[in-house]
């Protein structure tokens, strides 16, 4: 099985590597990756013949005398994902590659919010999307669930938000085994966001960066040294906790609370249309989060101190811009802050949080961070 190349660190290392810095030269995975040239040709020997690899010409070497140079590149098909998102409004799932294209997808509005409906709702758009692709089912590696809800590694499983307060209480991720027949991985939709943007977004070249997700709630998520970091039981960057939702917050839910409060009846975010987003009550809530969130950059610059704030999230489109205009042009982070301010970015893979759920296993496979088994010298 493909998997099974990636229980050697090294092999984890050369692919990571080549996905997230582009073509390379096995000279230059020599320098870069410190192993010697017999383990780099022997190991990407093995990754050609597995299809992971695949070599192009070098442009640099074009129409030069002698042997021409070849450039290892990641082959996109030769690894496939399945995501599985969904909210309180929409169910979306893909069947995507390593390289982050959609091969095929479906996306349904959810009715009804029970855990085994949206379940076998998305065990059936899964084998319909195996069938439509024509893909090789013994490429696929596994699949991600994303949800809103606070991922909690304990037997509770997730804190759950309003509009799954009906779930059951038993820890959810062994659940899934009963809808599918791959490996499935599971945690909250803001950090496969914030995984999305490492590997298909805007932070591949960024070290360390934090990430706001602003859906129903808020979400947040942090990178360091380009690996998830999850704290304690998963909960950390947990940014919504430091609004008490007994207070106005800037999240999904207190806006339509905020509409609600001033006779504008709806229930769900995708139902926010445009004509309310120039409603008074709205650009008064918008003010107030500007204000809050600017605060939140704030303290997230001087704990973690990243060199990115990544904003994203399923509000409206035009909040979203409006809300990281705001927190771009402000390059003020409060008194005393001496160092140069994080950039703040704007989310280039939101519009996709099915490819979120999709990353989970391709981070759990080629991260050399994730890599859990005997360490050897050459291998």
Not at 69 to 82: A, D, F, N, R
Not at 200 to 212: A, D, F, L, M
Not at 232 to 249: I, N, Y
Request: glycine letters at 8%; one cysteine or more.
């Amino acid at each position: 099985m493909v998997s099974s190349a990636f229980s050697k660190l090294n092999i984890r290392r050369i692919v990571s590597h080549v996905h997230r810095h582009g073509a390379s030269a096995r000279a230059a995975l020599i320098e870069e990756l410190g192993v010697t040239p017999a383990t780099i040709t022997r190991l990407t020997n093995e990754l050609l013949d597995l299809g992971i690899l695949e070599e192009i010409p070098d442009p640099a070497k074009k129409g030069k005398k002698g042997f021409p140079s070849k450039l290892l590149k990641i082959k996109p098909h030769s690894i496939l994902t399945v995501g599985i998102y969904f909210d309180p409004d929409v169910l979306r799932t893909c069947l995507a590659d390593l390289e982050g294209n959609i091969l095929a997808e479906q996306r349904f509005p959810i009715e009804n919010r029970a855990f085994n409906v949206i379940m076998e709702k998305a065990s059936r758009s899964v084998d319909v999307l195996i069938e439509q692709s024509g893909c090789n089912p013994d490429r696929i590696i596994g699949g991600g669930i994303t949800y809103p809800g606070q991922y909690i590694d304990t037997k509770q499983g997730t804190a759950k938000i309003r509009q799954f307060s009906d779930w059951p209480t038993a820890e959810l991720k062994g659940s899934f085994s009963d809808y599918f027949d791959f490996p499935m991985y599971h945690i909250n939709d803001a950090k496969a966001a914030c995984l999305a943007e490492l590997y298909y977004g805007s932070c591949k070249s960024y070290q360390n960066y934090c990430y706001v997700w602003l859906s129903y709630g808020i979400g947040g998520a942090a990178v360091i040294n380009q690996s998830l970091y999850t704290g304690h039981s998963h909960v950390a960057a947990e940014f919504g906790g430091l609004f008490p939702k007994s207070q106005p917050r800037p999240s999904g839910q207190d806006l339509l609370d905020t509409l609600k409060d001033n006779g504008v009846h709806v229930e769900r975010l995708d139902e926010i249309e445009d004509t309310h987003l120039t409603l008074p009550c709205v650009q008064d809530w918008l003010s107030r989060s500007h204000v809050q969130l600017e605060w939140l950059c704030l303290v997230i610059a001087r704990t973690f101190a990243p060199q990115a704030i990544v904003v994203g999230g399923t509000l409206a489109p035009q909040l979203l811009k409006d809300i990281y205009r705001n927190l771009a042009a402000k390059r003020e982070f409060g008194e005393d802050f001496v160092i140069d301010p994080p950039d703040i970015i704007q989310a280039a893979t939101d519009d996709n949080p099915h490819l979120g759920a999709a990353v989970l296993p391709i981070d759990a496979l080629i991260n050399p961070a994730r890599y859990s088994g005997r360490v050897f010298k050459n291998s």
